[in-house]
């Protein structure tokens, strides 16, 4: 009898605590990381071969993240054997087709997502209109009202610039615009990169690109400072290449943190931008890759360097026995 007793006396407490795990876990003291959220757009939405597209990721999050950041890495595939990294990337597209994009996120605990969307590249249009930035003032400040002209774009196709029948903005902090002539303030000091997209009455198209530094008057602050290494240091072509920012600081802050926009040219047509990004060349030769840095004040600074890009060399065959 007391055996039957203490077996029942036992179950009881196992049952209870299998009944508290289990409101434990639906309160929510158990966490479970969510995976990122990744998403993307491109501009021009119809692009033509040997015209610059945009691609942003700037839409992807990550669930867990309190500000709806989180991701450590950005990684495209651009459907015609290039890839490249980076949050915003840009890319040319050397033959018309129709590509498939393919963007992975992945977090700080090491979770990935992945998004895809078709790219539809047209034949190039004979004349297509010219897209062209001009801007006042220059060097903008917080909530200062910067207006910005398409006055000089034009159409080549035609003898007055009228044929043009739209102009697009987009100012890089997620906010748009039409017309030839618009105003926009930032509210944050930084780097931002503004799109110009101009639309003939034919459906010709041409994208114009303009980075505006936004200062904040306050003032006293110390310019970051770029730097950046590469590897290989000797890069074949199509061979990918990891460009890594990581020596980059603010003296201005505790930590390197406190940049907030890497922007990389890498003098052949195309740019990323991340703390460290991929890159491939398509041609031998020697470019000038430039890094951009800006802290969250607005202020800036420029490192560049030489990367040499070998060809492809195949070694003869040997001679042959005897030879």
Same mark, same amino acid.
């Given at each position: 009898?007391?055996?039957?007793?203490?077996?029942?006396?036992?179950?009881?407490?196992?049952?209870? #605590?299998?009944?508290?795990?289990?409101?434990?876990?639906?309160?929510?003291?158990? +966490? =479970?990381?969510?995976?990122?959220?990744?998403?993307?757009?491109?501009?021009?939405?119809?692009?033509?071969? #040997?015209?610059?597209?945009?691609?942003?990721?700037?839409?992807? +999050?990550?669930?867990?993240?309190? !500000?709806?950041?989180?991701?450590?890495?950005? @990684?495209?595939?651009?459907?015609?054997?290039? /890839?490249?990294? #980076?949050?915003?990337?840009?890319?040319?597209?050397?033959?018309?087709?129709?590509?498939?994009?393919?963007?992975?996120?992945?977090?700080?605990?090491?979770?990935?997502?992945?998004?895809?969307?078709?790219?539809?590249?047209?034949?190039?249009?004979?004349?297509?209109?010219?897209?062209?930035?001009?801007?006042?003032?220059?060097?903008? @400040?917080?909530? @200062?009202?910067?207006?910005?002209?398409?006055?000089?774009?034009?159409?080549?196709?035609?003898?007055?610039?009228?044929?043009?029948?739209?102009?697009?903005?987009?100012?890089?902090?997620? /906010?748009?615009?039409?017309?030839?002539?618009?105003? +926009?303030?930032? &509210?944050?000091?930084? &780097?931002?990169?503004?799109?110009?997209?101009? @639309? !003939?009455?034919?459906?010709?198209?041409?994208?114009?690109?303009?980075?505006?530094?936004?200062?904040?008057?306050?003032?006293?602050?110390?310019?970051?400072?770029?730097?950046? /290494?590469?590897?290989?240091?000797?890069?074949?072509?199509?061979?990918?290449?990891?460009?890594?920012?990581?020596?980059?600081?603010?003296?201005?802050?505790?930590?390197?943190?406190?940049?907030?926009?890497?922007?990389?040219?890498?003098?052949?047509?195309?740019?990323?931008?991340?703390?460290?990004?991929? +890159?491939?060349?398509?041609?031998?030769?020697?470019?000038?890759?430039?890094?951009?840095?800006?802290?969250?004040?607005?202020?800036?600074?420029?490192?560049?360097?030489?990367?040499? =890009?070998?060809?492809?060399?195949?070694?003869?065959?040997?001679?042959?026995?005897? #030879?």
């Amino acid at each position: 009898m007391v055996d039957i007793m203490a077996k029942r006396k036992m179950q009881t407490i196992l049952w209870v #605590g299998w009944m508290m795990a289990g409101l434990l876990a639906i309160g929510g003291c158990f +966490h =479970v990381d969510e995976p990122p959220v990744a998403a993307f757009g491109y501009a021009p939405t119809s692009p033509y071969a #040997g015209e610059q597209t945009t691609f942003d990721a700037s839409a992807s +999050h990550d669930p867990d993240a309190d !500000d709806g950041a989180g991701i450590e890495s950005y @990684e495209w595939s651009f459907g015609d054997g290039k /890839t490249g990294g #980076g949050a915003t990337v840009t890319h040319v597209y050397a033959a018309s087709g129709t590509y498939e994009v393919t963007l992975t996120v992945t977090d700080a605990t090491g979770l990935t997502a992945t998004a895809t969307d078709t790219v539809t590249v047209a034949e190039p249009a004979a004349n297509p209109p010219v897209a062209a930035i001009s801007y006042d003032p220059v060097a903008p @400040e917080i909530g @200062e009202v910067i207006a910005f002209s398409a006055a000089e774009s034009y159409d080549p196709a035609r003898i007055s610039p009228r044929s043009i029948v739209s102009y697009s903005w987009s100012f890089g902090d997620g /906010t748009t615009a039409q017309g030839s002539s618009v105003t +926009h303030a930032y &509210s944050d000091a930084g &780097s931002y990169v503004v799109t110009l997209s101009v @639309e !003939d009455d034919e459906g010709g198209h041409g994208t114009a690109y303009a980075t505006v530094r936004v200062t904040d008057p306050a003032g006293g602050n110390t310019a970051p400072v770029a730097a950046f /290494t590469y590897s290989p240091p000797s890069p074949l072509i199509d061979q990918q290449v990891t460009f890594a920012a990581d020596q980059s600081y603010d003296p201005a802050a505790l930590g390197p943190k406190s940049i907030v926009v890497y922007a990389w040219d890498f003098g052949d047509g195309e740019t990323a931008v991340g703390e460290t990004v991929v +890159h491939a060349f398509a041609d031998a030769g020697t470019y000038t890759v430039a890094l951009t840095v800006s802290d969250d004040d607005g202020a800036s600074d420029t490192a560049t360097q030489s990367v040499t =890009v070998l060809d492809i060399v195949i070694p003869p065959p040997p001679p042959p026995p005897g #030879g």
